[in-house]
């Protein structure tokens, strides 16, 4: 499925793959019982060998797809992230962050041989160490951690009570893993309309979670009951609906933004000139946007959409991106920032 996706395709990978986990025994707790660990024929493998070909072959066609501003997310345990991590660095993945996802409530143990496996890592990396451009929400991550620099070790407990889902009592998937997780790194990586590809889709929490962040998903998954459990899970998720990219994590980069006048949306067609705007959605307070870029008033008064807006409503200052606003094609009145939004993405793609 991956080789059928067209070269630069997509703005974020986000992978979770088998973790070759390697058991070779029953897991039992103290009192006999089993524990339902990992032994799903999909994480099975013949040896080292098998599973480096496998991650190979599907790192390389993640990062073909990947546009040229576009990232990858990886996560795993010990058992395979620092095979996971070597291949893309010889892949010619450059890794940004690893992050620990601490568990807060972890499997204990059982044996009292080992430390208990309480985290896994997630690998950050762009396509390539020359790349310049990638999306890290870094103000919403500052946010997010109570306005302190967020750090690469992320306190989440593991996927249980009503978010994990159950077939007659017992869990569907062994490695669901929380959408407090997903939250996170999409927040972080992505703007609202990106596309975010997931080639091991499992129980489908990442789409899910870039469905209710306003995000487009793309996940490939080969098993009946996992694609079942996650077509019921994403069709339950009701999006946000928001003319306003900040509610959904993506307010444009403020260095960026000023980059973009105005002018820019007639010469590349998403204004025409004679098109109208309403200043506050008002029908009252209209005006005629002028091939140059200038908005006029009825009476002939010219002016900038941060002018006309300060005249209109008799602010000291005014941000006309996010007062004036347009009909489009479907006859819904929008807000002008979005099409600065569509500019800014064009500029990065």
């Not at 990947?66 to 893309?88: E, T």
């Not at 929400?137 to 070790?153: E, F, I, T, V």
């Not at 000139?273 to 209209?286: I, K, S, T, V």
Request: aromatic share 10%.
């Amino acid at each position: 499925m991956l080789r059928a996706l067209p070269d630069k395709s997509v703005e974020l990978v986000f992978a979770d793959p088998p973790y070759n986990l390697q058991l070779q025994n029953t897991l039992l707790r103290p009192n006999n019982s089993k524990v339902d660990a990992v032994d799903d024929h999909w994480d099975q493998f013949s040896d080292f060998a098998a599973y480096d070909a496998f991650t190979r072959a599907w790192l390389g066609e993640c990062r073909r797809v990947l546009k040229d501003s576009g990232a990858l997310w990886v996560i795993g345990s010990y058992h395979n992230i620092f095979r996971v991590g070597a291949i893309m660095q010889d892949l010619g993945y450059w890794i940004l962050n690893d992050v620990i996802w601490e568990k807060i409530n972890p499997m204990p143990n059982f044996k009292g041989v080992r430390f208990t496996n309480a985290h896994e890592t997630l690998i950050w990396a762009k396509k390539s160490q020359a790349q310049k451009r990638y999306t890290f929400n870094y103000h919403a991550m500052k946010a997010l951690n109570d306005g302190k620099q967020m750090r690469s070790d992320w306190e989440i407990p593991l996927c249980t009570g009503a978010e994990r889902l159950a077939v007659n009592g017992e869990k569907l998937h062994p490695t669901q893993k929380p959408e407090a997780l997903l939250y996170r790194v999409i927040l972080a990586s992505t703007n609202p309309g990106d596309l975010i590809l997931d080639p091991f889709f499992g129980t489908g929490t990442t789409g899910a979670v870039a469905k209710r962040l306003g995000r487009h998903y793309l996940g490939i998954e080969r098993e009946a009951a996992y694609v079942q459990a996650a077509q019921t899970r994403i069709d339950a998720v009701e999006p946000v609906l928001t003319e306003d990219p900040a509610v959904l994590g993506g307010a444009p980069n403020k260095r960026l933004a000023r980059r973009t006048p105005f002018p820019t949306l007639l010469e590349n067609g998403l204004l025409l000139p004679g098109a109208a705007l309403y200043f506050d959605r008002d029908p009252a307070r209209a005006v005629t946007v002028l091939a140059d870029g200038a908005l006029q008033l009825p009476d002939g008064t010219r002016g900038s959409i941060h002018a006309l807006g300060r005249q209109l409503s008799g602010e000291v200052a005014v941000n006309g991106w996010l007062r004036w606003w347009y009909v489009d094609e479907a006859g819904e009145m929008k807000l002008i920032d979005g099409l600065r939004a569509r500019i800014m993405q064009l500029a990065n793609e």
